[in-house]
């Protein structure tokens, strides 16, 4: 196993992790109440375990933003930091879109945090997050930031694809949105059709994303596609798809339900590091998606020599 705790922070699903340019880490993740969004900061991986959390922003109480707030991260986009995250309604919980927090200076911890409402879709989109949309990242290529998220097809018990488009500002988007992937394979349908959580990891001239799929229970598993740097990354067809997940439940390791994860840099700069959150138990009792258990983990990623991650409990 590699030399950081396993699980590393207890009760926190969806974990990210961003390195600053000045080293510090801060990490972030849906709470089991799903009422808030917290951060923690330290100057390394290992200590962000024991870190304070500070609690930057709480749940309306009624209306947007009211209910079942998901998968925080923290992203610093054409210069400023700005949290992206679902949320739904206390009077209708599974309407969920994405929003956007933005701080007010320099210092995730220390400034003040404004909401800046629902992300926008693009001029001329009619269907960019007007369904059950989540799980947003953003990333720069070349130049250019793009952003991509999960959103369903035909209301709750839809089909939950990944999209790509470009970004205008930090709250909109500037191209209307492209199919990036669907659940195509029966590792991606287990109780629900789902490619959700998507997290980018660049390498040696390539993009990978990976992203998650199936229900929250044991069947979670996580997908990879991968891209040229420089192909054009609203082109569908620059990106592929693996035909089988790159990681999964390990029964014999006490691993169950891994996915949604974020990367990162290790305190050398060169070693990537992959932040997930699993259970270390198959069966449970209720809802999956109320049962608190999901640890986030930390997993050292190694390189194939064909040059694709490496993704092993054992690294």
Known sequence: MNAYSNPFILQRADPFVTRAADGTYYFTASVPSYDRIELRAAKTIEGLKDAPTKDIWFKHESGIMSQHIWAPELHLVMGEWYIYFAASRADAIWELRPYVLHCTGPDPMTDAWEECGQMQAAEGDPYSFTDFSLDATV??????????????????????????????TPTKLKTVQVLLTTPDYDWERVDFWVNEGPALLRHDGKLFVTYSASATGACYCMGMLTADENADLLDPRSWKKERYPVLATDAEKGIYGPGHNSFTKAEDGVTDLMIYHARPYEKIVGDPLYDPNRHAMVMTISWNEDGTPKFSYDA
């Open 139 to 168: 990333f720069e290529q070349n130049g250019r930031w793009y952003y991509i998220w999960a959103e369903k097809v035909g209301s709750q018990h839809g089909i939950s694809n990944l999209y790509i488009a470009e970004l205008e």
